[in-house]
């Protein structure tokens, strides 16, 4: 009975629980793909995949007795399982029948996850050593710490446990590469994340097609050297860098996570790190302070960037993003960076004026120089800005807010930081929608009805000095004017 069991689960019986449960997860796919006109989502090996037009033409003659998952070709089942919850949806999906698992097992290899736990991490490195296959499709690997990594002790005893971990390597990576990586393994590290490393380092040696990664920057430890200065690190900033030399040829995108999420506050002893030699990356999500985080440490892009970038994501962005941008049309000039063409910022400021006010440190002319820079970078260059506030929420059009700041007084600035609005939203404004300065006049009516604005006023200066003129008016006189009465009694005697 329970054999009969476990076939049913894996026949068409199953399609009532994938039926159940696409409700939520199919609605999600529309949303992103036809709503949004994306084929993106579309498998480039995929020489057959439908059009959207055909894909929505097929979806209005499907029965509605049977389950509409299960009417979709394998494409589309693949892009749904690519952009379901690992966790959730993904397993839920897994579980519906035969024809859905195995299309399931290829969303689950695409992007590995690392587990937090050590028995299913080894249990992980023996599934991939035992099935190549499995370990030849995967495109991204997310190495970011959780909380079991750093207590693991992984030694080479170990890794001996794993008998086919040493064939798969040298199958991989050629023969005397795991040797190599024992030998590396053996000598001694300043860094306390030495076991994270060789979990990562076996994770990109059993990823022969590993085009994306997602990992962190590691935290170094807080020691001085003999000048009383904190000790950097700027060679072993970035996990895994054992086997960083493996992907300067195929890797294509890398998202470096900031340090605060992963490890505690930000790193003081960090220097600038250098990607230049990864030569095929086009994708890179960075923290700004792994780029410059200080003035005294200048940091030019050419030598810290890939040379074929296509898309930049800075963030979290620091008080010094003008700074670093400065140097950015330089490099551009020289003929540094010819195929980038997206740039994004990311602040962790609620809003994007607060944001600009931080960035300008109290300098009168740093969003001036910040505005002339976005501008050449925008027009000459041709590059496309995006801005986002609190990570990842879409923030207005840095351009027109700068252009909004530049044309109000102090005053008129303090009242949209009081209220909590961005400067675009009341700058004035002519006929043609450009923003203009206010009068004086303009601004005190601006600022009339809040008592609030009123004190910020007065702070400033702008004080009310009425002319009143009364002539010709009549005077009034009200009551009785009573005479003054004089007391006899001489000069001194008397009294009035």
């Known amino acids: 009975m329970a054999k009969k069991q476990k076939t049913d689960t894996f026949t068409d019986t199953g399609a009532t629980g994938a039926s159940k449960f696409v409700s939520r997860a199919w609605y999600r796919f529309l949303k992103y793909v036809f709503h949004n006109n994306s084929d993106a989502c579309i498998t480039a090996n995929s020489r057959h995949a439908p059009s959207l037009d055909t894909a929505m033409q097929s979806l209005s003659i499907l029965d509605a007795a049977s389950p509409y998952i299960l009417k979709l070709p394998d494409e589309l089942l693949l892009c749904i399982a690519r952009n379901l919850d690992r966790h959730r949806d993904l397993v839920q999906l897994s579980r519906a029948n035969k024809r859905l698992w195995a299309i399931t097992q290829d969303a689950f290899y695409k992007n590995l996850h690392t587990p937090s736990n050590i028995r299913k991490i080894f249990m992980l490195i023996n599934e991939l050593c035992r099935r190549q296959d499995l370990a030849a499709k995967i495109n991204h690997i997310n190495l970011t710490p959780s909380v079991d990594w750093v207590t693991i002790q992984l030694q080479i005893a170990n890794v001996n446990h794993l008998p086919l971990l040493q064939h798969t390597i040298d199958h991989f990576r050629g023969a ?6 024992r030998d590396t393994w053996s000598r001694p590290r300043t860094l306390p994340s030495t076991t994270a490393r060789n979990l990562a380092d076996i994770y990109i040696a059993l990823a022969p097609n590993l085009t994306g990664l997602t990992t962190h920057i590691v935290r170094a430890d807080d020691d001085d050297d003999e000048n009383g200065q904190p000790e950097p690190y700027p060679t072993e900033q970035i996990l895994p860098l054992n086997t960083l030399h493996l992907l300067e040829n195929h890797l294509q995108t890398l ?43 200048p940091s030019f892009p050419e030598e810290s960037l890939p040379p074929n970038l296509t898309h930049l994501h800075l963030t979290p962005c620091n008080k010094h993003i003008s700074s670093w941008l400065e140097e950015l049309p330089i490099a551009f000039n020289e003929g540094n960076f010819p195929h980038l063409t997206t740039l994004s910022l990311s602040f962790p400021h609620p809003s994007l004026h607060t944001a600009l006010i931080h960035a300008a440190q109290g300098e009168i002319d740093a969003l001036d120089h910040l505005r002339s820079t976005i501008r050449v970078l925008t027009t000459t260059h041709n590059l496309s800005l995006h801005t986002y506030v609190d990570d990842d929420k879409l923030a ?10 530049h044309h109000m007084t102090d005053l008129e600035r303090d009242w949209a930081a009081t209220k909590g609005v961005e400067f675009s939203t009341i700058v004035k404004r002519d006929q043609e929608g450009k923003p203009v300065q206010r009068s004086r006049l303009e601004v005190r009516a601006l600022l009339r009805g809040s008592w609030l604005l009123g004190m910020l006023a007065t702070r400033r200066g702008c004080g009310f000095n ?9 005077r009034l006189r009200f009551g009785i004017v009573k005479k003054v009465r004089v007391m006899r009694g001489g000069e001194f005697g008397g009294y009035r």
């Open 255 to 297: 998202q470096v996570l900031p340090t605060d999420l992963c490890w505690g506050p930000t790193l003081q002893s960090l220097r600038n790190i250098t990607l230049t030699t990864l030569t095929h990356l086009t994708h890179l999500s960075i923290p700004m302070n792994a780029l410059m985080q200080n003035k005294t440490t």
């Open 466 to 474: 009425p002319r009143v003129c009364l002539d010709g008016v009549r």
């Open 176 to 181: 005397g590469f795991f040797a190599n990586l």
């Open 396 to 405: 207005p059009n840095i351009v027109h807010e700068l252009d909004a700041w």
